[in-house]
């Protein structure tokens, strides 16, 4: 079987709910009420919270296990590495449970971003075993979909419960062993996200998971991408704002469809993530943040950062600390007719970057 989550969801349009598409026999079955299955969804996800516990080794590998009657385990409803995040979907106000084993150190994704992972999904399920007159009943914990050696998602294309949580974990460090290759992992990102059907396959039955079921996630995020989705120079993690508190994501064709979250700085209706033209100015954006330097003798071209680097490298032919700079405010010097660039232009937290400024278009200078 194909990672599943590999697999992007699709829109089931006439219920707007969502389910992935299988590539090896995933079948639909009748749609039921998604506050309905979203209440047992969270029911039982709580239930095993409070019933499981969990042992994890120094790699974060991580193992679930039912408190027996009377035992001293902590539950993870006790953790105090649990915590929830909620977002809105069809007017059900979701909440995922997610433990933050290990924060990571480096770099935080957005939800459009490319993430190298490792992961094991869990599907789990209360079942009933009697032989002859004793009857048992128990948490049964099955194993639907892993990757021990990280692979690489972009965050668009997997259930949108990833797409929620990964954001709120960082990469680490990695070396590589010159003798045979092999690379080690330290100071990622390490967690288990708890996930309802209605942020992941809903109603379909893909495999070794039954429809309408919570799922499981161990993960731990080993490196990022970030991505620049319109090809303006501009990464997308500098196009796209988190969702704040009140703010709604939808979700369109299976995928997230982040207009009511993305900067929209010419008000097109275009996310600037997915603008070529940011401000509306009539001049592409990589056009804007597109700067020249001598380099041998030679003139070429490069693109500004969003933000410039702290130090300056003295390797580089040009000042690693200037980012996209705003309009320019110094002395017009003649016999330029045009202000000349100050410092802060470069490096001010607060500056409006031309590229978003409809009143700065070049040229900048004479």
Known sequence: MRSLLKIALLLTVAFAFYACPSDDGGTSIVVRNELEVYNENIDQIEEFLHTHYVTIDADYNTVFAEIPEGGTQQAIWDMTELDTIQRKLNDINYVIYYLKMNEGQNLNPTPLDSVYASYKGIVFEKVTEVVGSVSTTYTKQTVFDQALTPTWFKLEDVISGWSEIFPLFKTGDFSENPLNGDVSYSNFGAGVMFVPSGLAYFNEE?????????????????????????????????????????????????????????????????????????????????????????????????????????????????????????????????????????????TDVARLRRHLDKTCKPPYQN
């Open 206 to 346: 893909k495999g070794l998971i039954p429809a309408y079921s919570p799922l499981i996630f161990t993960f731990g995020l080993k490196g990022l991408r970030y991505r620049d989705h319109d090809g303006d120079k501009v990464l997308t993690k500098d196009e796209y704002r988190e969702p704040e508190v009140g703010d709604i994501v939808d979700y369109v064709n299976g995928t997230v469809n982040f207009k009511k979250t993305a900067k929209d700085t010419d008000g097109d209706g275009q996310p600037d993530y997915l603008d070529i033209d940011d401000d509306g100015d009539g001049f592409l954006t990589k056009t804007e943040v597109k700067f020249t330097y001598v380099d041998g003798g030679q003139t070429k071209t490069s693109y500004y950062p969003f933000q410039g680097a702290t130090t300056d490298d003295p390797s580089t032919p040009y000042d690693d600390r200037r980012g996209i700079p705003r309009k320019f405010t110094g002395p017009i010097v003649s016999p330029s007719t045009l202000p000349s660039p100050i410092e802060a232009d470069f």
